[in-house]
């Protein structure tokens, strides 16, 4: 078994090659091409720490990946990144492992990216005008840089719940994206008239308000993929015109569908469709000036897609058929 460290990932497999295997996951979740079992989450009470664990396997892979990710909030007080992880490929054929990509969380952060990229493509019209990103951590960044290869926007406006973060954000992205990145002072300024919001925080308690989202915008929700989780308030997808899930069976047990269902104000069978459903053409992305809500969770089906590719990305020899 190959270890393959962060370093190395990171200079062989990046935003194109993670929207790319995004896309095709999606693109075999939608036509019925893949093992998926249900996510696993363990909360670390003491300490406020969280860890997933997903998997899956597409069908005619030569291999298969198993995921580890963490989330441990309190970490930048010890001056530690909050997330990390691990991904483990095995042959598809065997059983056996051939890789343990040790990649600190990287590939989580660039497939997580590339779904929100890959939504935005399929759910909203171009140019944008105003972008808003809710949230002013890493994500933010890796969601900024993603949306930046499918889209081209007027504005992008960043909010977090400390304006000095957010301010640091907005520099860093206005300097290697090289345009023009705004601090917004709260998540309302941050969000009106925007054309695309997306959250990307791990809000426990409602972020964004139906009143300030306007016809016509789309709202991809990031941060929920606990069932504690909340970022927007049930009204957003009650007034939503389309609700779009990354899996239905996911999102009706944890992120913000699961909240709106909870609430009673959306039912399962006003789902619109899953995002691989729009990737195949079964069901249609955007039509005219619609509100759009996309709820993305993490789906195993990303991580085993990112894990394939970065082994592919980092490893010499392939294993029989």
Known sequence: MQVIDEATL???????SALDAVEAAFRALGEGRVTLPPPMGL???PVGGEVH???????????FAVKIASGFYANAERGLPSGSGLML????STGFPLALLQDNGYLTDLRTAAAGA???KLLTAEPLGKVAIIGSGLQARFQSRALADVRTWRQLVVWGRHLEHAERCAAELAEHLDRPVEAAESAEAAVRDADLIVTVTPSRVPLVEADWVGDGAT??????????KQELSSSVLERADKVVADRIAQCVEL??????????????????GELGQIVIGE???REGRERIVCDLTGVGVQDAAIAEAAWRATCSETPPA
Not at 10 to 16: F, I, K, M
Not at 53 to 63: E, I, N, T
Not at 219 to 228: K, L, Q, R
Request: aromatic share 4%.
């Open 53 to 63: 664990v997903k998997g899956a396997y597409l069908a005619g892979a030569p291999v």
């Open 219 to 228: 709202v991809i929700a990031v941060g929920s993929d606990g069932p504690d």
């Open 283 to 285: 069901v249609a992305g």
């Open 255 to 272: 992120g913000e569908i699961h909240h709106a269902i909870r609430d009673g104000v959306l039912s399962r069978e006003r789902i619109h």
């Open 43 to 45: 909360e670390i009470a």
């Open 10 to 16: 990171r200079a062989r497999v990046g935003p194109a």
């Open 89 to 92: 490929v095995f042959d598809a």
């Open 118 to 120: 890959l939504a935005a």
